[in-house]
């Protein structure tokens, strides 16, 4: 989320109305996020693109935001196989509070739309082998104007605790100094942290870090497990294009810090509803991988194709993703013939490559990559198998350090390989 009231055409670059006068504890920064979460990209599902905030359940009873919803999501990921491929976080974004806390000063459920409240819901999310993920804000309100975090810190992560939340999304909207908003995300990562219960905490602290200055990713890294840097997704091609670019104009400053245990998040996968084309869902699934993103998709899982469906579940895609070597890609080459070209470097000394034809116009066009230019000349030194991923699978064979591998790539669509270094030894036959 970013900036202020959030909905179809949100602005999300204010930060307005937080009181000063918090009073925060100190700690020792070395170890604010020893909590030994998100290893690899986190995955999962979560409500805010698809749903936003609709909370009618008369007027739209199947797409409010209440229990119902995230029962019948969680029903689908465990009998529909996403848990099985890596799926395993269903998160509640904005929108699930009541308008106030409670006497005791928490934070609750609206009464009506979860009428069983929130641990209730995470016992039947666990019960189901998924992990329940819960948003909350750093300022005074959330984006949406429910009650905000500020001032509460300790009590509500020793709430979400006591719920069964495994993992808290912390927007910052609605905060008027970026020093606050920082000492905030800070103080919530340490309050967490005191539960004792594992909680990824996803932060949003470079995103609106960013309007002011540039933000220090080495501390943030100390005290999130995966941060957002760029405006929220929409369902449309050209807020996918915007995000790539982002990225790749900042890739010297945001690639290097991402691994094990902390991530650059790109925002939700919009996979399977209604603005992309079929090349375009391939684009962000293929460029997700490569940017070792965590992969939470916004869609309706009860609704969705079964294209779609396999796309995000292509178990060779999440394995690129998933990487324990846990190094970010980057972009190589953008050239004036509309293609780019990206690479993310596997465990093994295997890499993943992605060209993408940034054309909207026209029909495919063939690509030629050179194997000499992959990997500084590693990718397939001194010999390589390469596999096509994406759009389809396909074995295309043994090739040599200076071969050059061609593909056709359709307008807005993307071609994915991985290519694996083949011993010395075996090479010799194709030198």
């Known amino acids: 989320a970013v900036g202020g009231k959030r909905g179809g055409g949100r602005s999300r670059v204010r930060l307005l109305g937080l009181v000063a006068g918090l009073l925060l504890e100190l700690a020792c920064p070395a170890g604010a996020l020893e909590n030994g979460l998100a290893r690899t990209p986190p995955m999962g599902w979560l409500h805010w693109e698809r749903f936003l905030c609709q909370t009618d359940c008369t007027q739209e009873p199947h797409q409010c935001i209440s229990e119902k919803l995230f029962m019948q999501m969680a029903d689908r990921m465990d009998s529909e196989g996403w848990r099985d491929v890596g799926y395993q976080y269903l998160c509640i974004d904005d929108c699930w509070m009541a308008p106030t806390r409670d006497e005791q000063g928490r934070l609750q459920p609206d009464p009506k739309r979860f009428p069983s409240g929130i641990a209730k819901l995470a016992d039947y999310v666990h019960s189901k082998g998924l992990k329940l993920g819960i948003y909350a804000d750093v300022g005074n309100k959330t984006c949406e104007g429910f009650p905000g975090s500020y001032g509460y810190y300790d009590l509500d992560a020793k709430t979400f605790a006591s719920w069964g939340v495994d993992l808290l999304k912390f927007d910052a909207c609605n905060c008027n100094t970026i020093d606050l908003m920082k000492e905030g995300y800070k103080t919530m990562s340490r309050a967490l942290n005191k539960t004792g219960r594992g909680i990824v905490y996803a932060c949003e602290w470079p995103l609106y870090e960013k309007l002011l200055q540039k933000p220090n990713y080495t501390e943030i890294k100390e005290y999130c497990n995966y941060w957002r840097n760029f405006a929220d997704v929409y369902d449309a091609w050209s807020?996918?294009?915007?995000?790539?670019?982002?990225?790749?104009?900042?890739?010297?400053?945001?690639?290097?810090?991402?691994?094990?245990?902390?991530?650059?998040?790109?925002?939700?996968?919009?996979?399977?509803?209604?603005?992309?084309?079929?090349?375009?869902?391939?684009?962000?699934?293929?460029?997700?991988?490569?940017?070792?993103?965590?992969?939470?998709?916004?869609?309706?899982?009860?609704?969705?194709?079964?294209?779609?469906?396999?796309?995000?579940?292509?178990?060779?895609?999440?394995?690129?993703?998933?990487?324990?070597?846990?190094?970010?890609?980057?972009?190589?080459?953008?050239?004036?013939?509309?293609?780019?070209?990206?690479?993310?470097?596997?465990?093994?000394?295997?890499?993943?490559?992605?060209?993408?034809?940034?054309?909207?116009?026209?029909?495919?066009?063939?690509?030629?990559?050179?194997?000499?230019?992959?990997?500084?000349?590693?990718?397939?030194?001194?010999?390589?198998?390469?596999?096509?991923?994406?759009?389809?699978?396909?074995?295309?064979?043994?090739?040599?350090?200076?071969?050059?591998?061609?593909?056709?790539?359709?307008?807005t669509g993307t071609v994915l390989l991985k290519t694996v270094v083949i011993e010395e030894k075996r090479s010799l036959g194709i030198l």
């Open 239 to 411: 807020s996918i294009m915007n995000i790539l670019e982002w990225t790749a104009l900042h890739q010297d400053n945001i690639t290097s810090i991402a691994g094990p245990g902390g991530w650059n998040d790109p925002d939700m996968l919009v996979i399977g509803n209604f603005g992309l084309s079929w090349d375009q869902q391939v684009t962000q699934m293929a460029l997700w991988a490569i940017m070792a993103a965590p992969l939470f998709m916004s869609n309706d899982l009860r609704h969705i194709s079964p294209a779609s469906k396999a796309l995000l579940q292509n178990k060779e895609v999440i394995a690129i993703n998933q990487d324990p070597l846990g190094k970010q890609g980057y972009q190589i080459t953008k050239d004036s013939s509309g293609f780019e070209l990206w690479e993310r470097p596997l465990s093994g000394g295997a890499y993943a490559i992605a060209i993408m034809n940034r054309q909207e116009i026209g029909g495919p066009q063939t690509y030629r990559v050179s194997l000499a230019f992959a990997g500084n000349g590693l990718a397939c030194n001194p010999a390589c198998s390469i596999q096509q991923i994406l759009p389809t699978s396909r074995n295309l064979g043994l090739h040599n350090w200076v071969s050059f591998v061609k593909v056709l790539v359709n307008p």
